[in-house]
Each structure stands twice: as structure tokens, then as C-alpha cells.
């Protein structure tokens, strides 16, 4: 099924959607902060480009979309092209997490829809992931 938007106006629509600070991510630095996690890096300069980067543990977080990780409703136009979309985007987040894992970085993978609901909850994961890396490499120092 064709688009129902010509060339130019579905151009101008997709441009306005964001790849850097969302409200996804705002709310998700926020309620990191608020948890005394100030430490991270945004964007950080590896493989995936994670949303958020503890450097110095080694953790990169991704704040996913449900929709384009194809996990929610699947445009009916040109449905052909949205699910072959969504499976690339599937695979590659597959292969950015095994290779980030390959090189010792532990992945967390928090969907829009849990830090909407509740991103302090999110935030405290990531402290204790932290916290457990921490005193591995503090007892590793012993």
C-alpha cells in the first residue's frame, strides 16, 4: 500500500523526529540524577552510540523505542517496508550488544514505555549494576 503523504511532506514529517534528547532521555538523566548518578557521559563514542555511558564501568545504556524496535504497531501502509525496518533495527541492536559485550561492557536496554512509567526505577537498576562493578574492581584492587 503507498504512502498516504507525498515525498515531500513525509520528508518533513520524519525530520522532526528526534535521535537526541527525547523526552525519553530527559526524563531518564533526570531521574539518574536524582539517584546520585551524575557520572555518565550522553552519545558516547562506541559502537551503538549509547544514550548513556558509565565510562569507568564499562555500562552503556540504551533508552529503545517501542515503536522503532518493533515492539508496537506496525504502520498498515507500506507494512512490507516498516516490518523489514523493524528487523534490521532488531538485528542490529542483537549484534551492537553481543560486539559491546565482546568488549567487556555490560548493555542495559531500558524500553521508552518503562522509564515513562517509572525511570526511577530504571535508575536505581543501573545503581546497583554500578554499585556491583564497583566493589568488583575496588576488591580487584585488594
Known amino acids: 500500500m503507498p504512502d498516504v503523504f507525498d515525498k515531500a511532506t513525509r520528508s518533513k514529517i520524519m525530520s522532526k523526529i528526534r535521535s537526541k534528547d527525547t523526552g525519553v532521555e530527559k526524563a531518564f538523566k533526570e531521574a539518574l540524577i536524582r539517584n546520585g548518578l551524575t557520572d555518565f557521559e550522553m552519545h558516547y563514542k562506541v559502537m551503538g552510540k549509547p544514550d548513556f555511558v558509565f565510562v569507568k564501568e564499562k555500562v552503556a545504556v540504551f533508552c529503545d523505542s517501542l515503536f522503532w524496535h518493533g515492539k508496537k504497531n506496525i504502520p498498515q501502509t507500506n507494512r512490507e517496508y516498516w516490518i523489514a525496518k523493524f528487523q534490521r533495527n532488531m538485528r542490529r541492536d542483537k549484534v551492537v550488544t553481543q560486539t559491546l559485550k565482546k568488549e567487556g561492557w555490560k548493555v542495559v536496554r531500558f524500553y521508552d514505555n518503562e522509564i515513562l512509567?517509572?525511570?526511577?526505577?530504571?535508575?536505581?537498576?543501573?545503581?546497583?549494576?554500578?554499585?556491583?562493578?564497583?566493589s568488583s574492581q575496588k576488591n580487584d584492587l585488594q
Open 117 to 134: 512509567k517509572d525511570a526511577d526505577r530504571c535508575a536505581k537498576k543501573i545503581n546497583k549494576i554500578l554499585s556491583r562493578i564497583r
